[in-house]
């Protein structure tokens, strides 16, 4: 079946701990990104990849990094820097010549307690 | 930079009503506009875009560049369409996908 696989569904962390989100497409995508969902805001970029080994910093990439080792794979990692961690998170990928056509996966919500 | 607006967070109409979900974007140059929507439980999905100029489940949307609008309509509402709609734009060097803040559309019976 193909698509984009999120994990976990659910994270819950403590203040000052880094966290991990897992995102993985057999979709042969090169496009994959990142974005946090608020109520109110819409979807805000937090990083996005064209292609392995290069990534790109969206709007609001500070607290957030990312690595791109491999095209199946774009974890995002939620650092004890960024200031209001709990939201609800969305990777996507696209084919590199289809331009704006994304496809999502079924996000990762984070609560910091 | 590139900007999209969606005035409203909550458009409430009943079932056969007309829709018209508003969206503005301001951009430089010539930008592709596209409409997302989220169903309840249901991941985040393409619903049209402007230059495939098509109808998708009713809905149509036309890039009015004079007004730099891409209002999404659909002649009569069905239950079905409740949904978060989420006008996109395509555009500028870096490849990327500014998003609106979203309009929640609820259709009453």
């Known amino acids: 079946d193909g698509g984009i696989t999120q994990s976990p569904k659910y994270l819950f962390r403590k203040e000052g701990q880094n966290v991990t989100l897992s995102c993985e497409q057999n979709?042969?995508?090169?496009?994959m990104y990142w974005y946090r969902q608020d109520p109110g805001q819409g979807l805000r970029l937090i990083y996005y990849?064209?292609?392995?080994?290069?990534?790109q910093k969206g709007d609001i990439a500070e607290g957030y990094s990312v690595s791109r080792e491999k095209k199946e794979s774009f974890p995002l990692t939620v650092t004890s820097a960024q200031k209001n961690p709990t939201a609800f998170y969305l990777c996507?990928?696209?084919?590199?010549?289809?331009?704006?056509?994304?496809?999502f996966g079924e996000g990762s919500r984070l609560t910091v307690l | 930079a590139q900007r999209v607006t969606q005035p409203e967070k909550l458009l409430s109409v009943f079932k056969g009503a007309p829709v018209e979900l508003k969206c503005n974007y301001s951009?430089?140059?010539?930008?592709?506009l596209f409409w997302y929507v989220q169903y309840s439980r249901q991941r985040l999905q393409l619903l049209l875009r402007?230059?495939s100029r098509e109808s998708i489940k009713g809905f149509t949307a036309d890039l009015n560049k004079g007004e730099t609008s891409f209002h999404l309509k659909k002649p009569f509402a069905q239950e079905e369409d409740s949904a978060m709609y989420y006008c996109?734009?395509?555009?500028?060097?870096?490849?990327?996908?500014?998003f609106g803040t979203g309009t929640q559309l609820k259709v009453e019976l």
């Open positions: 996507a990928s696209k084919e590199r010549e289809n331009t704006g056509e994304l496809f």
């Open positions: 979709l042969n995508h090169d496009a």
């Open positions: 990849s064209q292609i392995v080994n290069d990534f």
């Open positions: 951009y430089s140059g010539s930008p592709e």
């Open positions: 402007h230059i």
């Open positions: 996109a734009l395509w555009g500028g060097g870096g490849n990327k996908l500014t």
